[in-house]
């Protein structure tokens, strides 16, 4: 299927691996050009370098900002311009007890998971309205809706994403601009791959058992009965990226294989 996406421009925040990286590698598939970001030059600069190897004649470059380091965003904001597609991908997760959390470890989710994609939209969406066509894409999480009791921190950040999203939709109106949310499930991301692998060394076992043994005691309903792959969540966002999505505006699309049950 044509996607309808050649010559459209999209930047993806958080895209060096994982699922952004995923789907930066769909939009390109698709012909559409690409800016990745991250946190760190080198490493924004080799995943360019990746998609560069795998896509020839794609046009993708890099634009390295730290969304925990406001001036790095403010300088960002600066050079951003001419943006059909915004992904809002960069986040940060992790499993704490909800009493020992501190106050800096709020800020820091607030700001890099809420307060990322508050300001790269509002940079980027009068622009869309005046040009009537543009696409902001969050990808959020199931937990935003059913937060874990061992991340609540993050799975509240996720929620405020949510209310972003479904708010900035209302700003659409008549317009060819379309504001959704996918809520990703369980996904096997490199930080998970990390975990997985740590674990595996420690019991000297192989890392494919503990995956399984880990989705399954966390989630022993999910429908797929693994990990869902980050390209299962670009698919997605690239359909939602597209002209041909135009349709569906102010919505939370579920990626989550069933994990979620209300």
């Given at each position: 299927?044509?996607?309808?996406?050649?010559?459209?421009?999209?930047?993806?925040?958080?895209?060096?691996?994982?699922?952004?990286?995923?789907?930066?590698?769909?939009?390109?598939?698709?012909?559409?050009?690409?800016?990745?970001?991250?946190?760190?030059?080198?490493?924004?600069?080799?995943?360019?370098?990746?998609?560069?190897?795998?896509?020839?004649?794609?046009?993708?470059?890099?634009?390295?900002?730290?969304?925990?380091?406001?001036?790095?965003?403010?300088?960002?904001?600066?050079?951003?311009?001419?943006?059909?597609?915004?992904?809002?991908?960069?986040?940060?997760?992790?499993?704490?007890?909800?009493?020992?959390?501190?106050?800096?470890?709020?800020?820091?989710?607030?700001?890099?998971?809420?307060?990322?994609?508050?300001?790269?939209?509002?940079k980027l969406l009068p622009a869309m309205i005046r040009n009537n066509w543009g696409r902001i894409i969050f990808i959020s999480s199931e937990s935003g809706v059913n937060v874990p009791e061992n991340m609540i921190h993050y799975g509240t950040t996720k929620a405020a994403m949510n209310a972003l999203s479904n708010g900035l939709s209302k700003l659409t109106k008549g317009a060819g601009v379309t504001v959704n949310t996918i809520l990703g499930g369980p996904t096997y991301s490199d930080g998970v791959a990390a975990v997985v692998e740590q674990?595996?060394?420690?019991?000297?076992?192989?890392?494919?058992?503990?995956?399984?043994?880990?989705?399954?005691?966390?989630?022993?309903?999910?429908?797929?009965?693994?990990?869902?792959?980050?390209?299962?969540?670009?698919?997605?966002?690239?359909?939602?990226?597209?002209?041909?999505?135009?349709?569906?505006?102010?919505?939370?699309?579920?990626?989550?294989?069933?994990?979620?049950?209300?």
């Amino acid at each position: 299927m044509d996607l309808q996406l050649k010559g459209k421009r999209a930047f993806i925040s958080g895209s060096t691996q994982g699922i952004g990286f995923a789907i930066a590698q769909q939009l390109l598939q698709e012909g559409a050009e690409v800016i990745i970001n991250g946190r760190n030059e080198n490493k924004t600069r080799l995943a360019c370098e990746r998609l560069r190897e795998q896509f020839p004649d794609a046009v993708v470059f890099p634009c390295p900002a730290d969304f925990s380091n406001r001036s790095e965003v403010m300088q960002l904001l600066d050079e951003l311009n001419n943006i059909d597609i915004l992904i809002n991908n960069v986040g940060i997760f992790g499993v704490e007890n909800f009493y020992e959390i501190s106050d800096e470890t709020w800020y820091d989710y607030l700001e890099i998971n809420l307060m990322s994609s508050m300001r790269l939209s509002r940079k980027l969406l009068p622009a869309m309205i005046r040009n009537n066509w543009g696409r902001i894409i969050f990808i959020s999480s199931e937990s935003g809706v059913n937060v874990p009791e061992n991340m609540i921190h993050y799975g509240t950040t996720k929620a405020a994403m949510n209310a972003l999203s479904n708010g900035l939709s209302k700003l659409t109106k008549g317009a060819g601009v379309t504001v959704n949310t996918i809520l990703g499930g369980p996904t096997y991301s490199d930080g998970v791959a990390a975990v997985v692998e740590q674990i595996a060394d420690a019991q000297q076992i192989d890392a494919e058992s503990v995956k399984q043994a880990i989705i399954l005691q966390s989630n022993p309903h999910i429908l797929l009965q693994r990990f869902l792959d980050p390209a299962e969540i670009a698919s997605l966002a690239v359909y939602l990226a597209s002209p041909l999505s135009v349709a569906t505006n102010g919505a939370a699309l579920r990626a989550d294989s069933g994990v979620l049950k209300v």
